[in-house]
Each structure stands twice: as structure tokens, then as C-alpha cells.
């Protein structure tokens, strides 16, 4: 069966997770309670748009949300995405949800009150953005379980104090792990003699602390 | 006697999320009992609806925001009662004090008993003001319609 995802509120974010969620072959469905914004997003193909407001229980049956997969909280106040994700999650029983929140200090007591996934714009946003102005040479970062840990692509320049060494030699933070080192077309999995080699390209998984104690380290800078 | 004297010294602290009408008679009425109090709004005009005799303390801000919240050192609190105009706020407000902080007493105004799976779990007290009119005017309508019955 296809999964079935519930936008709740949210207008540019709605609109473009509708559109990948959309190519990505799910059910897309969007609650909106500004008439505007419903209709440009019912300009997107294949997307089901209800307007109303998605912490009202009839609503939320309106659209129709007993059949759905997961509720996505997109609004901009965090109390209307924790009312929302409670309805959908205790009230219909869906099975995932997921609220974006403006505070950080927020997140744990979503957590706690049985949101599955909490995402905070802010931080990740800052995150994002410190590491472009540290590190403009690295590619790509990619946030899993909520940001806390991310898998970083990490190009060795020639200048950097490791080339050569091993990586059982390396001073790293207990809590980095290189998972693969890219050389040219070779994909290697790295033991702990693998030796580093100018312009290899190491995927790291970190936690988000550490990762750039360990870039510094890698890079030499 | 002593322990009930003693007892009333002690000063519970009352935090009350909302200052309208509901609000402000609150905080009036427990600041004239000589109980601690601390409003919460984030119009600095509602503040007005307060009686000059009010000896509590007034905090603007907002009440979803954390930050707000410890300022007014909620985990201190013995009672929150949230009557904002909105239902959502009350019941953020609400949960966050019973569960989060760790509130003995949490009190909600709502205006939509529809929403009520969402806090029934925890040990919220919630207060509908449609019903009770609606109970109201229903104890007022039977009276109306048959008095001699009644007596």
C-alpha cells in the first residue's frame, strides 16, 4: 500500500516537501488555514488540499487522516504542532509523527510527550550555515537521527598534516569514525592500517559535537 | 492548631498564563489572599485589567517560549492555571508544566471539549466554558419551566 504523509500548516515548507514527497511516489495530502496559500498549493499535481485548521479534530478527519501514514507539523507556532501531532498521534493513532519546532530547548519535552521526530529549524539551519563558513571546501553534510549525528564528505588536501599516516595513528575523537575512504574510482573500507593518501575523500560519521574537532584535525586547519 | 497555622503561612505560588478577564480576576483574588502570584501576558496593555491593589508580579512575554517560562521559575510553581484566549497555548502550557516541570497542579480553560484526548492522560484540569454555561442555562431553563414541580 502507499504511504500516505499529512502536511499540517506550513506554506513554503509544505509546498516543497509536498513536491519531493510527491516525485518520491507518496500520498500527499496538506491542511492550510489561509485560503491563499491552499490555492497555490493546490496548483501542485497530485496534491490533496484541505483548508481548515489542522489542530481541529474534524479537520483532520475531513482530510481524512485515520488512513495516514505520517503527520507532518509545519506551523509556525510551536504549541499548534504539538496539538496537531497529539490528535494525529493519540487520537487517530498514526503511526509516525514529525513537528518542527523554533526553540531547541524545546525538543526533548516533544519527545517526551510522544512526537517521533523532532526537527528544529534553527539549529539546523546554524549547524548548516557554520559549517559553510568554516569549511567551504566540503561538499556535502548530511544530518541523521535528528541531527545529532551527521555523515560528512571530507576531501584531504595535500597540505594537511595526515597524509601518509595511518589511521590507528590519527588523533581522533573516539566518537569519529572514517566509514569509507574514496580514492579516485576505488571505494575502500578502511582498517586501522589504511594509510591516508593526498586528495582521498573520507566519509565521516560523527556525532554533531565532534565533527568539527575532527575536520580540524583531517584538514589541518 | 499550630500545624494549620503554620500552614497558612506558607505562600503557594500561583502562575497564571492569560491576563483577560478570567486572568486578571484570578490574579486579583488569589493577590488578595496574600498568595504569591505571577501573570504572564505578552500585551503589556493587558496588565491594565489588573486592580491597583494587585501585588503580584507581572511578566511579559510569552508563555510557549522557555525562556519566559523559567523567568517565572515555573518549577517552583504549586499551581499553573493557563486561560489564554487560545486553546492551543493553554494546553502547550499545561503539559509542559504537569509534565515537563513537574507542576502539582495544572489548570487549562478551553473553549473546544474536542481536543480533549490529547490531555485526558495526563493530570490536567480542565475547564470548558461552553459546558458550563450550557449547564448553566439548562439548571436556569428547567427551574423557569417548572417551579411548582421542583417544590
Known amino acids: 500500500m502507499n504511504t500516505r504523509v499529512i502536511l499540517i500548516g506550513g506554506f513554503h515548507k509544505a509546498k516543497s516537501l509536498a513536491m519531493s514527497l510527491i516525485n518520491k511516489g507518496y500520498t500527499v495530502t496538506a491542511i492550510n488555514n489561509d485560503q491563499r496559500h491552499c490555492s497555490e498549493l493546490a496548483e501542485i499535481d497530485k496534491l490533496t488540499v484541505f483548508f481548515g485548521d489542522g489542530t481541529k479534530p474534524f479537520v483532520l478527519e475531513d482530510a481524512n487522516v485515520y488512513s495516514a501514514d505520517i503527520a507532518i507539523a509545519l506551523t509556525q507556532r510551536d504549541e499548534d504542532n504539538l496539538v496537531a501531532c497529539e490528535l494525529c498521534k493519540k487520537k487517530y493513532n498514526v503511526k509516525k509523527t514529525v513537528s518542527i519546532i523554533s526553540e531547541p530547548i524545546k525538543a526533548d519535552f516533544f519527545r517526551q510527550m510522544g512526537i517521533d521526530s523532532v526537527v528544529c529549524a534553527i539549529t539546523a539551519i546554524t549547524n548548516i550555515i557554520e559549517q559553510q563558513a568554516f569549511l567551504n571546501e566540503m561538499a556535502t553534510l548530511i544530518p541523521i537521527g535528528e541531527g545529532r549525528i551527521s555523515l560528512a564528505r571530507v576531501p584531504i588536501p595535500a597540505a594537511s598534516p595526515i597524509i601518509g599516516k595511518k589511521l590507528l595513528e590519527m588523533d581522533l575523537p573516539r566518537e569519529v569514525i572514517v566509514g569509507c575512504i574514496l580514492r579516485g574510482e576505488e571505494s575502500i573500507i578502511p582498517r586501522g592500517d589504511s594509510r591516508i593518501l593526498a586528495g582521498d575523500i573520507l566519509m565521516l560519521i560523527s556525532s554533531v559535537k565532534h565533527e568539527m574537532i575532527a575536520i580540524r584535525e583531517l584538514t589541518g586547519r | ?151
Request: charged fraction near 25%; proline fraction near 3%; include cysteine.
Open chain 2, 1 to 151: 492548631m499550630k500545624p494549620a497555622l503554620k500552614e497558612k503561612t506558607i505562600k503557594q505560588y500561583t502562575i497564571i498564563a492569560g491576563c483577560g478577564r478570567l486572568g486578571a480576576n484570578l490574579a486579583n483574588t488569589l493577590s488578595n489572599n496574600g498568595e504569591s502570584v505571577l501573570i504572564i501576558d505578552w500585551n503589556q496593555d493587558a496588565f491594565r485589567k489588573l486592580s491597583p491593589s494587585f501585588g503580584g508580579q507581572v511578566l511579559l512575554g510569552d508563555a510557549t517560549d522557555m525562556s519566559a517560562l523559567h523567568e517565572a521559575e515555573i518549577a517552583k510553581a504549586e499551581t499553573v492555571v493557563s486561560v489564554t484566549n487560545n486553546d492551543n497555548t493553554n494546553i502547550f502550557v499545561a503539559q509542559i508544566a504537569s509534565e515537563y516541570y513537574g507542576v502539582p497542579h495544572v489548570i487549562a480553560r478551553l473553549y473546544d471539549s474536542e481536543r480533549d484526548i490529547v490531555y485526558k492522560e495526563f493530570k490536567i484540569d480542565t475547564i470548558y466554558p461552553a459546558v458550563l454555561s450550557a449547564k448553566e442555562i439548562d439548571k436556569i431553563l428547567y427551574f423557569h419551566d417548572s417551579p411548582e414541580e421542583k417544590a
